[in-house]
């Protein structure tokens, strides 16, 4: 709860004003003077100072000037006659945050203190928030030297240490398994277990005993009682991963546990406590599921406390090189093989690649060239992965009557654009109107976009 100093040589006006912010749900502390209000400081946690300017023995401006000197971002609003607003723009310029002229309301005093603790916790928010973005988050096996793969680490290092709930969005391979471990090894319950349950790879109508385990005798081959993951789980977090396939009947299950932290064995009437901290993840729209009546609106609302979206790796290219080495070290150890690297050319080739699998399937394309990379006296032939040793997964031959893809194999329509208006400009020699007139293009329209590729306007 924000305390507010109130400084006022009227008593009465004083006891009026300590009893108004009391009643807005503010802890106030008082002075009658200028010098025993900066004892108070010296001493007691303030969030914000309302100061007459008129006091007895030090002014109100000399106290702000003191006031800044030892606390530069504390709140200061002063309050004067309206004949002496002179005084007040003086205050301004020392720091003061506003200023109220006598006589005033109280209920305009309220309004000008609640605005200035809003804005000074908006201010602590975004000072926050660049401190997290500013820093570079380097954790064991999770590569994150992008941009964009760093805003997902400070949302991890700001959210890990709460109890909240989190939805983690991103395509399938983009690493969700891998936060969410993050997440539970960054908050306060690490020595806590760390449970993880596929909604996909259990059959429908076994996922709910799966979660909330099952009594003696609840089915036919029930032999004895069995806890569920929800249970293994206390005190610890649980990682649901494809949540989206979660059928209906335990979609209200799972609320309950959201909502009360409690629920009951199938085929069971005790009612079990938990102290679980649930980390969902999916790789589809919920929003769309939500509107063909897949998927409960409560529900979502509940798992989508701090959602967290992964992109995927075609946005975050820049990563790819650290990732090919972080597999390769893994996989070429498994494979006996003394591989240290990749060529320039066998880069080149996989980050040019689109990657519909994302990272999994990178991890999988590595592990296929270690395994397949050529031998000579038992070690591989060469130390380094060749183009010609990266094998990457082809798209499956049309059927009669299937209509052939539009685009090159792994390139997107973004990147294909880029090619071609790049070939349209060499082959202008850097001339932009020949360039735009060989795409059918204005000008203007080819400038935005070989700026957009990263070729400046020389003009």
């Not at 305390?3 to 008593?11: K, S, V, Y």
């Not at 106290?63 to 205050?91: C, D, N, S, W």
Request: proline content about 6%; aromatic content about 4%.
């Amino acid at each position: 709860m924000p305390t507010i100093l109130i400084i006022e040589d009227e008593a009465r006006m004083r006891r009026l004003l300590e009893l108004d912010l009391a009643e807005a749900g503010l802890d106030t502390l008082s002075a009658p003077d200028a010098e025993a209000a900066l004892g108070l400081l010296r001493k007691e946690q303030v969030d914000l100072v309302l100061t007459d300017l008129k006091l007895p023995g030090m002014t109100g401006l000399e106290f702000l000037q003191a006031a800044k000197r030892a606390h530069a971002a504390l709140p200061v609003i002063v309050m004067t006659a309206y004949g002496t607003i002179e005084t007040a723009v003086e205050a301004m310029k020392a720091g003061a945050a506003d200023y109220v002229l006598k006589p005033f309301s109280l209920a305009e005093i309220r309004m000008v203190v609640e605005k200035e603790l809003a804005s000074g916790r908006l201010r602590e928010e975004n000072r926050a928030l660049r401190e997290a973005l500013g820093q570079r988050y380097d954790y064991p096996n999770v590569i994150a030297r992008s941009a964009k793969m760093q805003e997902v680490l400070a949302l991890v290092e700001r959210v890990a240490p709460t109890p909240s709930t989190i939805l983690l969005g991103g395509e399938s391979g983009v690493g969700k398994d891998l936060i969410a471990r993050l997440i539970h090894q960054r908050s306060s319950r690490a020595a806590g277990p760390f449970i993880k349950i596929n909604s996909t790879a259990i059959p429908e109508n076994l996922l709910e005993s799966e979660l909330f385990g099952y009594e003696k005798g609840a089915f036919t081959g029930a032999a004895a009682a069995k806890p569920g993951k929800f249970e293994l789980a206390d005190k610890g977090t649980l990682f649901l991963d494809e949540i989206g396939d979660v059928p209906p009947p335990t979609q209200v299950k799972l609320l309950r546990v959201l909502q009360e932290r409690e629920f009951e064995r199938l085929g069971g009437t005790r009612i079990i406590k938990v102290d679980v901290r649930l980390i969902a993840a999916t790789n589809r729209d919920l929003r769309a599921a939500l509107e063909q009546g897949t998927f409960r609106e409560d529900l979502y609302y509940r798992l989508n406390v701090v959602p967290i979206d992964i992109p995927p790796l075609r946005e975050h290219k820049e990563d790819i090189p650290d990732l090919v080495n972080l597999f390769l070290a893994r996989h070429s150890q498994k494979s006996a093989k003394a591989l240290t690297g990749v060529t320039p050319e066998a880069l080149r080739k996989l980050t040019d690649f689109h990657w519909p699998g994302n990272v999994r399937e990178l991890e999988n394309i590595i592990e296929r060239a270690c395994a397949l990379a050529p031998m000579q006296s038992g070690l591989a032939a060469g130390p380094v992965l060749e183009a010609a040793d990266i094998h990457l997964d082809s798209a499956r031959p049309a059927s009669p009557g299937t209509a052939q893809p539009l685009l090159p194999e792994g390139k997107t329509l973004d990147q294909w654009e880029d090619e071609i208006i790049l070939e349209a400009y060499r082959r202008a020699n850097g001339n932009k109107s020949q360039a735009a007139r060989l795409l059918g293009l204005s000008r203007n329209a080819l400038r935005y976009r070989l700026e957009k590729i990263g070729i400046p306007d020389s003009e």
